[in-house]
């Protein structure tokens, strides 16, 4: 690596412009050259004739896991390097390539050390999903989420309100998921190299919703008796209405009878975990 692009997004969750600045001479000091700093969204995303005309074989991303989805979807016909650092709340992605370490010993070890490795991603019309697809009703808390971040208190007891109607109202159904319960709440999808993994949550009282609450605070909630787990080939949303869905926490309509399918990407993450 010594051509990079570096991209960062101001609003995630930590990402303040001192961590931004230490970073960029952290990288200089390696002896990579900027070729540019985009930050997003108030910087339109490089493009891959962008990328190629200007040298880059390496895009560094620092940001949360949704910035992260929306520049690699926009370059995944790009053949250059992604190296992601943990810049938002969740940092899942960040996660899977580097564990827990800082983005500082992410950079430091990925100069000397680092292997390119594929990803799974889950996959329906235009849209992947690399971390998880949520449907169902309560996907639409996510617009309580964003007025939240904002700062846009006004509307969000209306929001709230709509979203616990819809998460206790009609729920989801999905062809191709054997096994799976009609009508539940939520479904996550995770990609896998093989298949897809599916979790319906299905919580209608207050004791499965604490219980279940419980469960996910103590890390095993896939356990809890609210989840049925299943896998499948390819899903489909059954019904005449579209409906809303995650991808990796960003909001996207998916239009019924859309196939829900996986795939891997080429090899263009950089991971710095140990092979073993």
Known sequence: MQNIWFITN???GSTAPAKVDALLALVAEQGWRLAGHSQFPAD????????TAAGVDTVILFAGDGTINAAISALADWGGAFLLLPGGTMNLLAKTLHGEADPASIVKTGCKRATLVALPFVEAGP??????????PAASW???RERVRAGRLRGLGRAIAHAWARTFGRGIRLGGAAGLPPGVQAVLISP??????????????????AR?????LSGDWMADAAVT???????????DRPVLALFDGEPHQLAPGLRITGGMTRRQFVSTLSPA
């Open 44 to 51: 339109p995303l490089p493009n891959a004739g962008r990328l």
């Open 229 to 239: 787990q299943v896998y499948a080939s390819t899903v489909s949303v059954l019904g």
């Open 10 to 12: 101001p609003g995630s």
């Open 142 to 144: 996510v617009h309580a």
């Open 212 to 216: 279940l609450g419980w469960d996910w």
């Open 127 to 136: 849209h992947r999903a690399y971390v998880g697809l949520i449907l169902g």
């Open 192 to 209: 896998d190299p093989s298949q897809l993994r599916l979790a319906a949550v299905n919580a209608r009282d207050w004791r499965s919703i």
